[in-house]
């Protein structure tokens, strides 16, 4: 069975492994409406899982957190800025796309160090 993206694949896999789903067409019909449900769920409550880095990635990281040790570059080029929200959206299974917001950047290149710095122990 696949890994549940978020509650509502956890609520599936319980009602099938305890047949309420069995029940609920029983009683329901057969559009119940538990897919639309189980949607709903794993939109409102994702469940997070941070994927390893590539090689490509890795480097890339290296290379930027070596010049800017201290996330501190200040004004970032447009290019960078994609390049970093890419490996992040990947990493993080997010869609958070750059921002001019320089608290949001922080955030989004402390926790790509951190990710960094679990490669570097």
């Known amino acids: 069975m696949s890994k549940s993206k978020g509650l509502g694949d956890t609520v599936k896999k319980v009602f099938k492994a305890t047949g309420v789903d069995k029940v609920a067409k029983f009683v329901l019909g057969d559009d119940c409406g538990c897919d639309e449900r189980q949607e709903a769920l794993n939109k409102l409550f994702p ?39 890419s490996i992040y959206r990947r990493v993080f299974n997010s869609n958070k796309r750059p921002s001019n917001c320089s608290s949001c950047v922080r955030n989004v290149l402390n926790q790509l160090k951190n990710v960094y710095d679990t490669y570097e122990k």
């Not at 930027?64 to 970093?84: C, D, E, Q």
């Open 47 to 85: 469940y997070k899982k941070t994927e390893c880095l590539i090689e490509s990635e890795y480097e890339y990281l290296k290379d930027y957190f070596n010049k800017y040790p201290n996330n501190n570059s200040g004004t970032r080029r447009a290019i960078v800025l994609n390049k970093l929200y």
